[in-house]
């Protein structure tokens, strides 16, 4: 299992990804669309048209971890205006937040969390 520490990069994909895909296709989105080496190291973050899915890819030096977060009501708050295929920087801390339910432009929950 891989987790979230201070010093992991974390590239998310501010446009929608069919999350059909899997290994080959999302290191083929983040070589092509991203223009980022899939095998860095970094923790890739991706989400559907709907924003009720993340998937995310990563190469922890040994193997490459695909897993995806599904909710059952409500959306993630997704990042806009940053241009078409282009990718945003997000610190660990943040990402922890948008997994949780938490708004990040308002700073609270979003109403359909409940933990």
């Not at 190469?59 to 971890?65: C, H, S």
Request: charged share 25%; hydrophobic share 40%.
């Amino acid at each position: 299992m891989f987790g979230l520490n201070n010093s992991i990069k974390v590239l998310l994909a501010v446009e929608p990804v069919d999350l059909r895909k899997s290994f080959n296709g999302l290191h083929g989105v983040v070589l092509d669309r991203l223009k980022e080496d899939p095998c860095s190291g970094a923790l890739f973050v991706f989400t559907n048209r709907r924003r009720n899915r993340i998937k995310t890819l990563y190469w922890d030096g040994t193997g490459m971890w695909v897993a995806i977060k599904r909710l059952e009501q409500g959306c993630f708050t997704w990042p806009e205006g940053v241009g078409v295929n282009e990718k945003l920087q997000l610190a660990p801390e943040a990402l922890a937040l948008l997994l949780d339910g938490v708004d990040l432009k308002q700073g609270s929950f979003k109403p359909w969390y409940q933990r």
